[in-house]
């Protein structure tokens, strides 16, 4: 614990460094202060000893510490204003769109790389199938999930399809099928029906792969937005260190895995900063990330991702309200409050 006079200067000072970006001297921090300029280096040295700042060499003035930032978000980031922050305007959008939408908006208001993970897709259920002749030895067939979703698969036959085996497997699986999970085993078992003649199985056989192609899409349903504004010079400058970012964006399974830590507990934001990451694309960097989703299931996770010196009040602040306004979203999708 500090005295309250070194966490008043602790303040000021990451304050001070995050709107201009260099290092704070006890001369500018003594214009806000009613202390001398030999009272402030005295606690200044005291913080620098404790951890919490660093002294660049190049510099007279001192930077706050991996350390510093995580005691000043902990301890003395200021109360939010009263009331929401973000507006998304996610009324009437199918998922698809509203993932979009969120990521796009959370990396325009706060200028970082913001990333949303949409609910699995065997959370979804299917609401409606059609299979539609459009040649014929060409269907397509046509998936609608509870979620919005909607997925189309042509499919190419050697001979002409009988019209009334279309007919009849788009009668079949919405009888079978309808409002059964994605992921569910009773899916496969009802599209391998052994109990079907020869000439009905194979042909079910034959659309099996529009569903399974949905519960494999699983690991990529992931929205980035933003990558150009965290890769700039003054953000990034080490090569190797965005070399390995780079790979790491484009690795969607790895950043699944580095916000699952998100995902247990929602409604709650949750901050890493640089090596309290633990890819190690991110540890120079700093992560704020909050899960959204149903009363009693988390479905995903909201964050942005910027330099150890962002504003992370407002970062906070945004992505919380961000997984409030998608957890109000897809309560209504899921028909759960």
Request: proline share 6%; aromatic share 6%.
């Given at each position: 614990?500090?005295t309250?006079r070194?966490?008043?200067v602790?303040r000021?000072l990451?304050e001070d460094?995050?709107d ?6 006890s001369?500018?921090?003594s214009?806000a202060?009613e202390w ?8 200044l040295?005291?913080l620098e000893?404790?951890?919490?700042l660093?002294?660049?060499h190049?510099?007279?003035g001192?930077?706050?510490t991996e ?8 301890r003395?980031l ?5 009331g929401?922050?973000?507006?998304l305007?996610?009324v009437r959008r199918e998922?698809d ?6 990521t796009e908006?959370l990396s325009?208001v706060t200028n970082?790389?913001?990333?949303v993970?949409a609910p699995?897709i065997?959370?979804s ?5 059609e ?12 998936v609608i ?9 042509l499919?190419t036959f ?12 788009a009668?079949?699986?919405n ?5 059964l999970g994605l992921?569910?085993r009773i899916l496969?078992?009802?599209l ?16 099996a792969?529009v569903?399974t192609?949905?519960e494999e899409s699983?690991?990529t ?13 003054e953000r ?12 790491t964006l ?5 950043l699944?895995?580095a916000l ?10 949750a901050?890493r ?10 540890r ?8 959204y ?7 995903g996770a909201v ?7 962002m504003n992370?009040g407002?970062?906070?602040r945004?992505?919380?309200e961000a997984?409030?306004q998608l957890?109000?979203f897809?309560?209504d999708i899921?028909?759960e409050?």
């Amino acid at each position: 614990m500090l005295t309250d006079r070194q966490e008043l200067v602790l303040r000021r000072l990451v304050e001070d460094y995050m709107d201009e970006g260099a290092p704070v001297g006890s001369k500018a921090l003594s214009a806000a202060f009613e202390w001398g300029p030999s009272t402030i280096r005295h606690e200044l040295a005291n913080l620098e000893e404790l951890g919490l700042l660093a002294h660049p060499h190049t510099s007279a003035g001192r930077v706050p510490t991996e350390a510093g930032y995580r005691y000043f978000v902990d301890r003395l980031l200021p109360e939010p204003p009263p009331g929401p922050s973000l507006s998304l305007s996610l009324v009437r959008r199918e998922l698809d769109e509203a993932m979009r939408v969120t990521t796009e908006t959370l990396s325009q208001v706060t200028n970082l790389l913001a990333i949303v993970t949409a609910p699995p897709i065997e959370t979804s259920t299917i609401r409606h199938i059609e299979v539609l002749a459009l040649q014929p030895q060409v269907l397509m067939v046509v998936v609608i999930t509870s979620t919005g979703g909607v997925t189309k698969r042509l499919f190419t036959f050697p001979r002409p399809v009988d019209t009334g085996l279309a007919d009849w497997a788009a009668s079949y699986l919405n009888e079978r099928l309808l409002g059964l999970g994605l992921g569910a085993r009773i899916l496969h078992q009802r599209l391998h029906d052994v109990s079907l003649p020869v000439t009905e199985r194979e042909f079910l056989e034959a659309l099996a792969p529009v569903f399974t192609e949905l519960e494999e899409s699983v690991e990529t349903t992931l929205y980035v937005e933003g990558m150009a504004k965290l890769l700039t010079i003054e953000r990034v400058t080490d090569v190797s260190e965005l070399n390995l970012l780079m790979e790491t964006l484009e690795r969607r399974v790895t950043l699944l895995g580095a916000l699952r830590f998100a995902l247990g507990a929602s409604h709650t934001v949750a901050v890493r900063i640089g090596a309290e990451n633990e890819l190690p694309a991110l540890r120079s960097l700093a992560l704020v990330a909050a899960g959204y989703g149903l009363p009693q299931r988390s479905l995903g996770a909201v964050s942005v991702i910027g330099p150890l010196r962002m504003n992370y009040g407002q970062a906070i602040r945004v992505v919380r309200e961000a997984a409030l306004q998608l957890s109000s979203f897809v309560a209504d999708i899921y028909d759960e409050r």
